[in-house]
């Protein structure tokens, strides 16, 4: 492990994958805090299907779910529903982008709601501090919450992002693979068709 260890201490790139948390529902509560802490479900184009939810309604709503069959539901489980709103979130996306570029001009922004961002030369970085400090800015600045992967190529910043996502509390939302035994261990956790690049995922 001292070869791996020595391996990520010199690699002069590091890749920050930037994962807005539920970004259409998350939108949705910049403009209307009292909707923090409750269920959200955002529908597609008239109102169709459910393309986004909120943690809360996770557990409820399926994605993709055609909302005529769940009206019940987001009735029993007080799920507030809203039509999309595209230039609401775009406008949102450009403020989020805007806010990463201040971290690092090489910038690559992948959807409405994902950014890879490229570190070159940070050897003596804290990137679980880097990707914390982010993080709160980005939560400051747009109210958009964000998970956040960081390392030595896409695919991997790809796998940590999913991870610092499901785990938020051992995460603190930011998860760093800058070792081997991380490595490792994060591809163990991965399902194959999950990672981004090789499988379908």
């Known amino acids: 492990l001292g070869h791996c260890y020595v391996y990520y201490q010199i690699c002069s790139v590091m890749y920050a994958l930037v994962d807005c948390n539920n970004f259409y529902a998350s939108c949705e509560r910049v403009f209307n805090p009292s909707l923090n802490g409750k269920p959200i479900a955002v529908l597609s184009n008239n109102d169709g299907c459910v393309i986004a939810r909120s943690e ?12 005529f069959k769940y009206e019940k539901t987001f009735r029993e489980h007080n799920i507030a529903v809203f039509s999309s709103n595209y230039p609401l979130y775009g406008d949102m996306s450009a403020r989020v982008m805007e806010v990463l570029g201040t971290f690092t001009p090489d910038i690559e922004v992948y959807s409405i709601d994902e950014a890879f961002l490229h570190f070159n030369y940070f050897q003596k970085t804290d990137f679980q501090k880097h990707g914390e400090n982010i993080r709160t800015t980005v939560m400051k600045s747009t109210g958009i ?23 938020p509390d051992r995460t603190r939302n930011v998860y760093v693979i800058d070792t081997e035994e991380k490595r490792v261990k994060a591809l163990q956790w991965a399902k194959l068709e999950k990672l981004w690049g090789i499988g379908r995922g």
């Not at 809360?56 to 909302?67: N, R, S, T």
């Not at 896409?154 to 940590?160: E, M, N, P, Q, W």
Request: cysteine-free; overall charge positive.
């Open 56 to 67: 809360e309604a996770k557990p409820y709503i399926p994605m993709g779910a055609p909302a």
């Open 145 to 167: 919450p964000t998970s956040i992967g960081i390392a030595p190529s896409k695919a991997l910043s790809k796998v940590a992002s999913h991870i610092a996502k499901k785990y």
